[in-house]
């Protein structure tokens, strides 16, 4: 099945769950879940955010490890999304490891944050994701996740 929209916010919160001041992704621009499957998301980087208090006063840079927290937020909206579209249990997606990091620029604030990430495989409950971060259409991050499914405690 493939499938291209954009999701709000409100549809986030239902994707995911983390909530201010943790939850990283502010909007899917687009999804498919052909083959691969592969998402869009985007995040405004604001003033206003509370890591900029101590990061670092008077030279406002989002933290490294923030920005792949955001990737793997992304990855989970895609997993949720497939999952969705298969009518499966609802699940959790943790972060379990995270290879081949490179971080190109600092992030400040009034960038906004476009996350491209593709599923390169799946394996025992695993997603193996590529995630790049561009900003202005320039890479400024990238990595590979590895994100395990679990049953949802709260569901």
């Keep these: 099945m493939t499938q291209q929209t954009k999701v709000d916010i409100e549809a986030i919160l239902e994707l995911l769950p983390h909530r201010y001041p943790f ?10 879940l052909g083959k691969p499957p592969r998402i869009k998301a985007l995040k405004n980087v604001t003033m206003n955010e509370p890591f ?21 937020q992304a ?7 497939e999952r ?12 379990v490891k995270i290879d081949k990091a490179r971080f190109t620029r600092i992030v400040t604030p009034g960038d906004q944050l476009i996350f491209e990430v593709e599923q390169k495989r ?7 994701y590529q995630a ?7 890479s400024v991050a990238s990595a590979e996740l590895l994100c395990a499914a679990r049953p949802n405690p709260a569901a």
């Design 122 to 128: 799946l394996m025992r409950g695993m997603g193996l």
């Design 84 to 95: 969705q579209a298969e009518g499966a249990a609802d699940q959790l997606y943790y972060l």
């Design 75 to 81: 990855a989970g909206c895609l997993a949720h999304l």
């Design 23 to 32: 939850l990283l992704v502010d909007r899917v621009l687009d999804y498919d």
């Design 52 to 72: 900029f208090q101590g990061h670092f006063p008077g030279h406002p840079v989002m933290p490294g490890v923030l920005i792949l927290e955001a990737m793997a």
């Design 132 to 138: 790049n971060v561009l900003v202005d259409g320039s």
